[in-house]
């Protein structure tokens, strides 16, 4: 019904804009990166919207980028999924560290998001990660041969990861870097570089 509203931004609050359109506030449920994206003086701005209509409600929520909505789109498509947690995990996590994520089938990092548990964070995994290379504008994020998901899947690599995940990072950011390092070097070796790599991030 609503494709985009263009307008000028006269509210923000924690999880909502009002758009000004025509004399008209249209109060869009945003993510927490969408709202940092819109302009705090009342300038006009533009988002991307999905109304969600419900017996008792229409709610409309707008993204600042067709991706993120794109996104949201996606997430609310998972059975369990509502727009409460899809916004929930589009605030927590962006949309590059989401798709690494279910690539890397990093149940730990989706969970951050509130209200999200390992069930539905497992179920997201499932049902988009045949999905995620079809949204990502920057098909090199994975490399032609899917980096990330090699990562996880070769001997010395995985090791790699398994370790890094054990000194406290996220599987996916473990992943992701130890997806830049040579695969054909020692477990020891790849784990020194990777957190070079992590530590100048």
Partial sequence: MFYSLTGKVINKGI????????????LCY???FTLSDLPDD???????????????????????TEYELEWF?????????GPKAALAIL????????ALAISAKDVKAITRA????????????????????????????FGDSGRVGAAMEMPHTSEAVAALTMLGYSQSEAASVVSKIDPSLSVEAIIK?????????
């Fill in 30 to 32: 945003s993510s927490r």
């Fill in 42 to 64: 009342k300038s006009t701005a533009t988002v991307y919207t999905h109304l969600n209509v419900r017996e008792d409600a229409l709610d409309l929520f707008g993204f600042s």
């Fill in 73 to 81: 789109k996606m997430l609310i498509t998972v059975n369990g999924v």
């Fill in 91 to 98: 605030s927590e996590l962006t949309v590059d560290e989401l």
């Fill in 114 to 141: 509130n209200g999200v548990g390992p069930k539905i964070a497992q179920r997201i995994i499932i049902e988009l990660k045949d999905k995620v290379k079809s949204v990502i504008p920057d098909a090199d994020l």
């Fill in 193 to 201: 570089q990777a957190l070079k790599l992590l530590s100048s991030m």
């Fill in 15 to 26: 999880s909502h804009a009002v758009i000004e359109c025509g004399g008209v506030g249209f």
